[in-house]
């Protein structure tokens, strides 16, 4: 059973800086995308970044030369480190791994962990 246990948020003022992690458990996700997304009060959950197997990355515009996901293979986890924190990035962060295994996808999140930023 695949798991993901996001940790690192927390409460932090406008302009400083939080690094959240990623463990992953039941599965080595070496050969798999990750991704963090976020949602804030509300329905709509934001792809916040990504990154391939091969170390790819993707961002947000709204975040973009502010966070920086990578990833330890080794430690089969993964990190968002945010910088110049904003307001408006206040929300829950959660983590993502999804892949296809045959015909069928697998999609897991994390439990999520809450970043509060304030100005």
């Known amino acids: 059973q695949v798991q993901l ?5 927390g409460l932090v003022q406008a302009g ?5 992690s990623c463990a992953a458990s039941g599965r080595r996700f070496s050969s798999n ?4 997304y976020r949602q804030a009060p509300g329905p709509q959950r934001e792809l916040v970044a990504s990154i391939t197997s ?3 990355t993707n961002y947000a515009d709204s975040v973009k030369d502010r ?6 293979n080794a430690k089969n986890t993964v990190y968002l480190q945010m910088n110049s924190l904003k307001p408006e990035d206040t929300a829950v962060y959660y983590c993502n791994l999804n892949y296809w295994l045959g015909p069928r996808k697998y999609n ?5 962990t809450q970043v509060t930023v304030s100005s």
Do not use: H, K
Not at 5 to 9: D, K, L, Q, R
Not at 16 to 20: H, V
Not at 33 to 36: E, L, N, S
């Open 67 to 72: 966070f920086t996901i990578s990833r330890d």
């Open 108 to 112: 897991y999140w994390g439990q999520g």
């Open 54 to 56: 091969g170390g790819s």
């Open 33 to 36: 995308a990750m991704a963090w």
């Open 5 to 9: 246990v996001e940790s690192g948020g």
């Open 16 to 20: 400083g800086s939080l690094r959240l």
